[in-house]
T-cell receptor, first 113, second 110 residues
Framework: KAGVTQTPRYLIKTRGQQVTLSCSPI?????VSWYQQTPGQGLQFLFE???????NKGNFPGRFSGRQFSNSRSEMNVSTLELGDSALYLC????????????FGSGTQLSVL | AQRVTQPEKLLSVFKGAPVELKCNYSYSGSPELFWYVQYSRQRLQLLLRHISRESIKGFTADLNKGETSFHLKKPFAQEEDSAMYYCALSLSGGYNKLIFGAGTRLAVHP
């Protein structure tokens, strides 16, 4: 099976712009979670989607949003980018019922200039 | 607030030496604890879960609710164990929301 695929691998944006990141989960996985990784804050949970519904959300401002499509693919969007949004954004998928065994993608490295 | 603490940023040992990566958590409910590992140029991946009580690649971890700890241990370190190790906590009803520790880099020297 193909692993979790995240696109693009790298992104460079300027302050005030918006960005959309994409995640394709492992086939058959219906849960997709997003995490932000920075040197200062480490790995922080953004949100989780299951069957097109957000079922959990972390402590991030409303500029961070996401959605999930009927094929379980997910996108996250960050509007009005700030310098502090520079980070590695990781997506993880899970087969429901496997007690939080997450399969991570390679991430999208976002740089905000 | 729920928190996971990994007190060591770097743990450096020689091959064949015992390893203990420390993890403490703060949570008043019923926790689920995990260890995730990231080898060089690889993705973050699950190493083990407390709920399954298994040994993976020689590593074990026991949940100690009294000390709120979930330390990762291996009796004899191998060079291929060099990696970044993250302890993670899942809350009751939290689905796939994990609270990660800051991580410990394990360096095993020949």
């Amino acid at each position: 099976k193909a692993g979790v695929t995240q696109t693009p691998r790298y992104l460079i944006k300027t302050r005030g712009q918006q960005v959309t990141l994409s995640c394709s989960p492992i086939s058959g996985h219906r849960s997709v979670s997003w995490y932000q990784q920075t040197p200062g804050q480490g790995l922080q949970f953004l949100f989780e989607y299951f069957s097109e519904t957000q079922r959990n959300k972390g402590n991030f401002p409303g500029r961070f949003s996401g959605r999930q499509f009927s094929n379980s693919r997910s996108e996250m969007n960050v509007s009005t980018l700030e310098l502090g949004d520079s980070a590695l954004y990781l997506c993880a998928s899970s087969l429901e019922g496997t007690e939080r065994k997450l399969f991570f993608g390679s991430g999208t490295q976002l740089s905000v200039l | 607030a729920q928190r996971v603490t990994q007190p060591e940023k770097l743990l450096s040992v020689f091959k064949g030496a015992p390893v203990e990566l420390k993890c403490n958590y703060s949570y008043s409910g019923s926790p689920e604890l995990f260890w995730y590992v990231q080898y060089s140029r690889q993705r973050l991946q699950l190493l083990l879960r407390h709920i399954s009580r298994e040994s993976i690649k020689g590593f074990t971890a026991d949940l100690n609710k009294g000390e709120t700890s979930f330390h990762l241990k291996k009796p004899f370190a191998q060079e291929e164990d060099s990696a970044m190790y993250y302890c993670a906590l899942s809350l009751s009803g939290g689905y796939n929301k994990l609270i990660f520790g800051a991580g410990t880099r394990l360096a095993v020297h020949p």
